[in-house]
């Protein structure tokens, strides 16, 4: 059973900079391709990013972060990082990973395997 832990949520100003990381128990780790996901109250949960596995070697981000938000991982140390840029009031949310048992990345929630607690992002206006 894989484990994910999210961290580097937190309280941030419109404009600002948060970088989420989010660590696996699962070796090897370089296998899986890995996704973030977010829910805000009241709404579904939606794919923002997703990173394939080393294999492969490509990402897909959604529109509305594209340009600002960044997808990377860091293999050697089981890590996933979202560097989140230019932040929106709109960007609240929990932020959750999620990965699956294939290298092929994915925007459907559906298709992902194991999933992190997630982690609380607050943009202040």
């Known amino acids: 059973q894989m484990r994910l832990v999210e961290s580097g949520g937190g309280l941030v100003q419109a404009g600002g900079s948060l970088r989420l990381s989010c660590a696996s128990s699962?070796?090897?780790?370089?296998?899986?391709?890995l996704g973030w996901f977010r829910q805000a109250p009241g709404k579904e949960r939606e794919f923002v990013a997703s990173?394939?596995?080393?294999?492969?070697?490509?990402?897909v981000v959604a529109d509305p972060v594209k340009g600002r938000f960044t997808i990377s991982r860091d293999n050697a140390k089981n890590l996933l990082f979202l560097q989140m840029n230019a932040l929106k009031p709109e960007d609240t949310a929990v932020y959750y990973c999620?990965?699956?048992?294939?290298?092929?990345?994915?925007?459907?929630?559906?298709?992902?395997?194991?999933w992190g607690q997630g982690t609380q992002v607050t943009v202040s206006a």
């Open positions: 999620a990965a699956r048992l294939t290298p092929i990345l994915s925007r459907n929630i559906q298709t992902y395997d194991y």
């Open positions: 990173i394939s596995g080393s294999s492969i070697r490509t990402l």
């Open positions: 699962e070796r090897p780790f370089n296998d899986y391709a």
